[in-house]
């Protein structure tokens, strides 16, 4: 895909998604738009999801649901979306398997299919190099690093999970401001949950993260630690329910909203 | 002292310190009012002290100055305040050396002197505690312990001063809690400086403050640093300056304004 000027709306990118001309990760697109983590679970799941999303809300901050079951447009977060097209790739799960990985899922869409959005780390990740910090991630073009900790999430119903987090390392300085800026986006993850210690929160192996890539950590630098919108997803497979949609990794929908309008402050 | 119902008001305290019936420390005194740290300098010493203060607010920060040399109320901080006799202890410096300490200053008192009111921990202490977070220091009946670091203030005129910090240990979860807590009270040091490994603000023995009383540092907790106070008191003891007044430590000013005031958010 070329990134020429028509394609950085937000608007351009879904609709080319839309048409099936693009079908890959979309990191670095839309600069200053929100990206969602997408779930997608059948009424009966709904609930119980919510609930479980509610009460931990820095590992699954909700920033829309679908109004109703079976809607496809998600007019609160962005004009003429159609949740079953507009993100690039998707996963599908029977059962709490994946079984297929497509990029658009109109054909297995179903009446009782309710839709989540789920803060992403993306908007906080600008808001902290707009304050002029080094994400280590970003310089060294990886996915963040995560890790199962051993801290248990409220559980709802079905759903439970230990929380997962992100690391970024940093000066303690820096990790002082990069708590100050993230607490002022508490739909995006919001503040640290933890730094320092990986073994204080049940972390055996900082150099071997569950998912995502290592990262550096130089000299007179802590790891900190954000929860990570990959505990919603350790829930679902623990949930095992008999049918459910989400992103793939890093295929995220391109919202409208602006990442300053998720500022609590 | 008896801290019977009467005395629990700044200005009932105020009036027994002015009548010359106490002079011990002001800790515990007037819950949720702030105290105030004091440094009265000849007016040819003003400027340059008040531009050190304002280019290193975390260390100095300035609640009040008085409003022109001389003048010995303070009615932005408090009802009837004569700043010669209000506190309970006074130190006088003559050319950076200690030469006294007093309970009263109004025979050595000067139409040339400027009074400058400085924000104590104690503020934003109790702000921790409502917070729900434990400051080791009160539990332990401490002093709360401070170093100087290798950090340079950045010079105005003749004062310069190396940065000093207080240290209260705390689990990382606190400690993120406590940034956030803290980042809201500017004018009482505000947010911490440094986190963790106490050789890297060039602090070469945690356990041997230079100022106060070491405290226990539990496993699983990393020491945490807030600007102090003292770096003004350092910054005027390497001005040297002829003539100075200070509060003895511990002996403070209490205002007539609730510490929620001195919440920016």
Known sequence: MQKDASLTTPAAIRK?????????????????????????????????????????PKSCPIIATSHSPGVTDMPTVGEDIDIRSDLPRYRIFKNGQMVEEVTDISDVWRDDLVTFLIGCSFSFEEALI????????????KNVPMYVTNMPCQSAGMFHANMVVSMRPMKPADAIRAIQVCSR???????????????????????????????????????????CGVTPQIAIANAAPDFCITHSPGHMLITDIPNSRMAAL
């Open 130 to 141: 707009a304050a002029g910090l080094e994400i280590r991630n970003i310089t060294e073009h």
């Open 185 to 227: 986006f508490p739909s995006v993850h919001g503040a640290p949950v933890h730094f320092g210690d990986p073994a204080a929160i049940g972390i055996k192996n900082i150099n071997k993260p569950e998912f995502g890539d290592a990262v550096t950590i130089k000299n007179g630098e802590v790891p900190v630690f954000w929860a």
């Open 16 to 56: 080319l998604v839309r048409a099936g001309d693009y079908s890959g990760h979309t990191s670095g697109f839309a600069p200053g738009f929100v990206q969602a983590n997408l779930v997608i679970l059948p009424k009966q799941y709904a609930f119980d999801f919510l609930q479980f999303s509610q009460a931990n």
